[in-house]
């Protein structure tokens, strides 16, 4: 199976601050790669599909890069709705592995 | 509208089987894969299993082979996840995803159901 592994697991910033997320896997990738966030007591939404494309309706400071093994998310402005946890999810093969997870906090 | 709505969460105890189920509408259900992922109370989320337009493919996580089914209906838009042998392990909220037409980007989620073993 592929191994996701997200760092930090969790993260203190401020409102209007530049976060960046990593993702990296035991195998190569390619672009498979999607990124999800989840707020409390709700189901997780599609952010970033294949590595880096936007999904439909997620606002531009958000934005995914990287290919092979390691991948990141980046925040560009935070704004108080993205406090929240975000998951990494390899679709390159069966099971398809999520991250652990990093919680995003209030500073 | 995409919905996706789970059912059949409850409290069972270690070795009980159940059933979930997740209806959908707003799509044609034939025309997708269908995942199941849980969640534990404080945990992460895990990807459990899914199932080929026509059942014909079905893929599992190791931790629940040869214990869990999952199995769909065309005909009523439906989706189900059979467990058997049920550990506390397996408490979580589960959740009903509909990938994308290609590849597993999961972009529709139901709202989740709770399985509580003990």
């Known amino acids: 199976d592929i191994q996701m592994t997200q760092s930090p697991s969790s993260l203190s910033a401020s409102v209007g601050d530049r976060v960046t997320i990593t993702c990296r896997a035991s195998?190569?990738?390619?672009?498979?790669l999607n990124w999800y966030q989840q707020k409390s007591g709700k189901a997780p939404d599609l952010l970033i599909y294949?590595?880096?494309s936007l999904q439909t309706g997620v606002p531009s400071r958000f934005s995914g890069s990287g290919s092979g093994t390691d991948f990141t998310l980046t925040i560009s402005s935070l704004q108080p709705e993205d406090f929240a946890s975000y998951y990494c999810q390899q679709s390159r093969s069966h099971p398809y592995t999520f991250g652990q997870g990093t919680k995003l906090e209030i500073k | 509208e995409v919905q996706l709505v789970e059912s059949g969460g409850d409290l069972v105890q270690p070795g009980g089987s159940l059933r979930l189920s997740c209806a959908a509408s707003?799509?044609?259900?034939?025309?997708?894969?269908m995942t199941w992922v849980r969640q534990a109370p404080g945990k992460g989320l895990e990807w459990v299993a899914n199932i080929k337009q026509d059942g014909s493919e079905k893929k599992y996580v190791d931790s629940v082979k040869g214990r869990f089914t999952i199995s769909r209906d065309n005909a009523q838009n439906s989706l189900y996840l059979q467990m058997n042998s049920l550990t506390a392990e397996d408490t979580a909220v589960y959740y009903c995803?509909?990938?994308?037409?290609?590849?597993?980007?999961?972009?529709?989620w139901g709202q989740g159901t709770l399985v509580t073993v003990s």
């Open positions: 707003g799509f044609t259900f034939s025309h997708y894969w």
């Open positions: 195998q190569t990738l390619g672009s498979f």
């Open positions: 995803a509909r990938p994308a037409l290609i590849g597993e980007v999961l972009d529709y």
């Open positions: 294949a590595a880096s």
